[in-house]
Nanobody
Framework: QVQVVESGGGLVQAGGSLRLSCTASGWPFADYAMGWFRQAPGKERERVSCISWYGGSTYADFVKGRFTISRDNAKSTLYLQMNSLKPEDTAMYYC????????????????WGQGTQVTVSS
């Protein structure tokens, strides 16, 4: 059964930090690129970061230098370390596979989890 479970969100003041986790099951996690996404109320979901099967990573401009994506293939777990948080980072955060091997922006995933809410107060 394909499943992703996100956790680690919460309420934090601007400038603070959070570490998100995503536990995946139902496919060979180590073989796939993985991505973090976010969706704020009234806005479309956007990709925040992606990490390939071997660890190469990409970031959206709006989080570069503040967020770090990582993965533990032995635990089928994806992480997102978020530092220097801003109120505009407030959103529901989701994880999803992004293709076999390298990150693909066109990979379709139909088993989105519940997400984890991140709220940054000013």
């Amino acid at each position: 059964q394909v499943q992703v479970v996100e956790s680690g969100g919460g309420l934090v003041q601007a400038g603070g930090s959070l570490r998100l986790s995503c536990t995946a099951s139902g496919w060979p996690f180590a073989d796939y690129a993985m991505g973090w996404f976010r969706q704020a109320p009234g806005k479309e979901r956007e990709r925040v970061s992606c990490i390939s099967w071997y660890g190469g990573s990409t970031y959206a401009d709006f989080v570069k230098g503040r967020f770090t994506i990582s993965r533990d293939n032995a635990k089928s777990t994806l992480y997102l370390q978020m530092n220097s948080l801003k109120p505009e980072d407030t959103a529901m955060y989701y994880c999803a596979p992004q293709g076999r091997g390298l990150c693909s922006s066109s990979y379709r995933f139909d088993y989105w989890g519940q997400g984890t809410q991140v709220t940054v107060s000013s």
